[in-house]
């Protein structure tokens, strides 16, 4: 009788290589909002492709625009950050202005939709946080829609 045929073990998931190549602009936060990880998108959209932001505080890596007293990108993002870490669950924040600062200065207005999301550790507290973001700048500027 023949041995029935097995399938032979895959090769092991390369995840730091799936998250750099996955859809969509992702980054990963530690409790204290450092920057672990930042997906390829992330860097290109963001404008910050020039620059290393791991281990930077996210609001370091990425300020409010200091010519527009009227932005809140931080101020919004941080409370959403700690709505994740107080109920860790996710929190899917509404639209937002957040400017991005190219590598030759200056501020670019952009618009984000952002969904916070936990990964909890053995110990049922966040561990990191998983900061998903989507540019909607053209929707948001083609449109009536007001943030």
């Not at 799936?18 to 963001?46: S, Y």
Request: hydrophobic share 40%; charged share 25%; proline share 6%.
């Amino acid at each position: 009788m023949d041995k029935p045929e097995t399938a032979s073990s895959p090769d092991p998931v390369d995840y730091k290589l799936v998250f750099d190549t996955m859809p969509g602009l992702c980054l990963v936060l530690d409790a204290r909002f450092r920057i672990l990880a930042q997906n390829a998108e992330h860097a290109n959209a963001t404008l910050s492709t020039e620059k290393s932001v791991l281990g930077m505080v996210l609001f370091e890596a990425f300020p409010d625009n200091p010519n527009d007293s009227n932005v809140d990108g931080v101020s919004a993002v941080r409370q959403s950050l700690l709505n994740v870490l107080k109920t860790r669950q996710r929190d899917v924040m509404p639209i937002v202005r957040y400017d991005v600062r190219p590598a030759l200065g200056g501020y670019e207005t952009r618009y984000w939709a952002i969904t916070n999301t936990p990964v909890l550790g053995d110990d049922g507290f966040v561990r990191w946080i998983i900061n998903r973001a989507e540019d909607v700048t053209a929707l948001v500027q083609g449109s009536d829609f007001t943030v």
